[in-house]
């Protein structure tokens, strides 16, 4: 069993010794490793971007920008289904695109995103 999320790694030390590992990276960049770990193809200590309690420490990821194409809006209810979007200045809503923050503040546990342009 693997724990991630913010608070999962801020707490890695203490998880690593009830789990199999802590995820510190963003799962979508590692899907490939995730998938041949949970298939019992690789153990937990030889993914990028696992830590475990056994020293095994991840690998340091570059944070760059990636290439995303634009949500596909489409593919969602139009927004007028959505009662509690109508608001005294219309229609309103959001879809999160993108995750993390481009800020680099030394403080925050969000991880670094930069501006995809």
Not at 20 to 48: F, K, N
């Amino acid at each position: 069993m693997l724990a991630c999320g913010q608070y999962a790694w801020l707490n890695a030390q203490a998880l690593a010794s009830v789990t199999d590992g802590v995820v510190v990276d963003e799962p979508e960049g590692m899907i490939a490793q995730l998938l041949a770990y949970a298939r019992g193809e690789v153990t937990a200590s030889q993914v990028d971007g696992i830590f475990t309690g056994t020293g095994t420490r991840p690998k340091p990821r570059r944070c760059v920008a990636r290439d995303w194409q634009l949500p596909a809006r489409d593919l969602f209810p139009p927004i007028a289904s959505h009662p509690e979007h109508d608001t005294e200045f219309g229609l309103l809503g959001n879809i999160e695109a993108t995750r993390g923050c481009h800020h680099r503040c030394s403080y925050c546990t969000a991880p670094c995103t930069p501006p995809t342009g």
